[in-house]
């Protein structure tokens, strides 16, 4: 009999406990209730929430933004209140003799993976220092190199045979290699890279990169080899294969010009590598950038008399240089005529057409008002008449 009574008592004991959490546990989602419904009306009203936006570009709006809240104020309820009944199953059980059993299995379901990812965090805890002292290193090591870099762009640290348009690019081969050699010191360090299957994930995915990006790799060493070689610089009047144009841009992939027409073309740096490139600004400055345009004159005028009418055509031209003076060659005797090369030197490379169109006005006008006329080539077939049979 006594046993009974023990065990009717200690079912009502637990009855009561049952419901004493029961009733804490309404108390509790009646709260949390009160409590997110003026977490949604604050969203609602909210007159501070700013869009997130760059520069004039609005990238989130506010109304979005408000939308994810109270989207993320909804998952944390639905999180919490999952949380309490999930507590609170196995507290109930706890207080029947019956259902204790329920109660530790269902607890250890929670316990054991906290408890492993804590242990696990724990041993991990060296890794994790290896890698902020290595990363923090490495950022030292950059912010020093792009400090003294800088300095050699600027002019105020010089070394020998070192050009400062090398300056940042060095800089930024430096920073390749830094960041690589320290990604592949820390590697073996970070979480998951031990199993082979993350192992042969990342060799496909280097055979891919590898494979994909070859073109990108060949342009990229052009660039490099381009910038290091000194062809051209920013601003330079250039020609690359067909094109013509001042340097506008040039990058580890590609290299941009603007033709005298405007246009942007766009050259891969490794098509620039594989064609002749031609700088006019390289010597524009000293001694200057010669400029030739030949005409064909009748034998009968003397020479002496078409050089100084071409002469004089050069000096009265805007942007040619008057030293050096502008020379002529007879380059060509023809069966009637001679053909006489002007050459003028001038140091706006960019203003080419300009020029050769204000020296071919001034040469008509000279050799016109001189009575001098000009020749071109002409070519005469000559056939055989036909016989009538």
């Known amino acids: 009999m006594v046993p009974m009574v023990l065990a009717y008592k200690g079912l009502l004991l ?61 998952l944390t309820r639905l999180g919490i209140t999952l949380l309490l009944f999930y507590f609170y199953l196995p507290l109930v059980f706890s207080f029947f003799p019956q259902t204790r059993e329920w109660g530790v299995i269902l607890l250890s379901y929670v316990l054991s993976p906290v ?9 991990y805890l060296p890794s994790v220092f290896f890698i902020i002292v290595a990363a923090s290193l490495c950022a030292g090591v950059l912010r020093v190199a792009r400090s003294v870099f800088l300095e050699v762009e600027r002019g105020n640290i010089g070394w020998s045979g070192f050009y ?53 790799v060949a342009n990229i060493v052009a660039g490099v080899i381009l910038t290091y070689t000194r062809s051209f610089q920013i601003g330079d009047r250039v020609k690359i294969g067909e094109v013509e144009g001042d340097v506008i841009e040039k990058t580890l992939l590609v290299t941009r010009l603007r033709t005298s027409k405007n246009v942007d073309v766009t050259v891969p740096n490794s098509t620039v590598m594989t064609t002749h490139v031609e700088n006019f600004s390289a010597n524009a400055q000293s001694p200057g950038l010669i400029l030739q345009t030949a005409v064909t ?42 053909t006489y090369e002007l050459n003028v030197y001038t140091n706006a490379p960019g203003s080419k057409s300009t020029i050769y169109s204000d020296l071919h006005q001034n040469i008509q006008d000279r050799l016109k008002g001189a009575g001098v006329e000009m020749r071109s080539t002409t070519y005469h077939v000559l056939t055989r008449p036909r016989r009538d049979s």
């Open 297 to 338: 004159v009748d034998f009968d005028v003397p020479w002496r008399q078409v050089h100084d009418l071409l002469i004089q055509a050069a000096t009265t031209t805007t942007l040619v240089l008057a030293e050096p003076s502008p020379f002529v060659h007879q380059v060509k005797l023809n069966e009637s005529s001679v």
């Open 14 to 74: 637990g009855a009561l406990y049952a419901l004493l959490s029961t009733l804490i546990l309404i108390v509790i989602l009646f709260t949390m209730r009160r409590v997110f419904r003026r977490i949604h009306t604050a969203i609602e009203n909210a007159r501070r929430i700013r869009p997130i936006q760059v520069q004039t570009f609005e990238l989130v709006s506010a109304a979005r933004i408000a939308a994810v809240l109270t989207q993320a104020a909804r």
């Open 164 to 216: 400062p348009e090398w300056a940042m690019p060095t800089y930024k081969i430096v920073e390749l290699f830094l960041i690589a050699f320290t990604v592949i010191i820390i590697f073996p360090y970070l979480p998951g890279s031990s199993p082979p299957a993350f192992q042969g994930v990342s060799i496909f995915l280097g055979v891919l990169i590898s494979l994909g990006s070859s073109s990108a």
């Open 115 to 123: 408890y492993a990812a804590i242990t696990a965090f724990i041993l």
